[in-house]
């Protein structure tokens, strides 16, 4: 009877070891190694058109004006817009075309940096240089009279458009002396028209 039990005793041990061997046997481990980056932004000018020079609707002919694009920097993020020989009601218009060289979408935005100083036109005034965009920038644009333009102005365009990689947005720039100006004082202007793209939501 005691022999009996002893060697009960003994299976019960050699179960419960053989039962936790088992056990370890069912656990399996997978493992995640994690890598992340940054996408990149980027913006380049892609190509430049002179439209030319005109007379508001209406105007009397103007002078010949001349518009030209020149030094577009190796980078292609930087290009200067010279306009000369402009009159009272004449204007010039130029094509600028800009590409998304980034890796993700780009919000656009347009500031205008000069404002009412370096020659270009206060709200509501005249003998001065107008500059105007197709993006929405409008700072001394007169159309049809010789009153001061009453509009409000607009100096910054913010969420002008979102571009894909790869996508591109054409604005028009122009410049005019505003019909009713009796000279330019300065007889020049100095302006940045500068684009700005950001990621992000």
């Not at 069912?26 to 992340?36: K, L």
């Not at 009601?89 to 500031?111: I, K, M, Q, R, W």
Request: aromatic share 8%; proline share 6%.
């Amino acid at each position: 009877m005691a022999r009996n039990w002893v060697v009960g005793i003994g299976a019960a041990l050699a179960l419960i070891v053989v039962a936790g061997t088992g056990f370890a046997a069912f656990t399996a481990t997978a493992t995640v190694n994690g890598q992340a980056s940054a996408g990149t932004v980027g913006l380049a000018i892609t190509s430049t058109f002179i439209l030319g020079c005109d007379a508001f609707d209406g105007a009397p002919v103007p002078g010949p004006g001349n518009i030209t694009f020149s030094d577009l920097n190796e980078q292609q993020t930087s290009v200067t817009l010279t306009v000369s020989n402009l009159t009272p009601s004449a204007y010039c218009d130029a094509y600028l075309t800009l590409e998304n060289t980034g890796s993700v979408p780009e919000n656009l935005s347009v500031v205008l940096d000069t404002p009412g100083s370096n020659g270009v036109c206060a709200p509501s005034a005249i003998n001065c240089f107008a500059v105007f965009t197709l993006s929405g920038i409008d700072q001394g644009r007169f159309w049809f009279s010789d009153s001061p333009y009453t509009d409000t102005p607009t100096s910054a365009v913010s969420n002008l458009v979102t571009l894909a990689p790869g996508g591109t947005y054409t604005d028009a720039i122009g410049v005019a002396i505003p019909t009713g100006s009796t000279d330019a004082t300065p007889s020049s202007a100095v302006f940045t028209l500068a684009y700005t793209a950001s990621a992000g939501y």
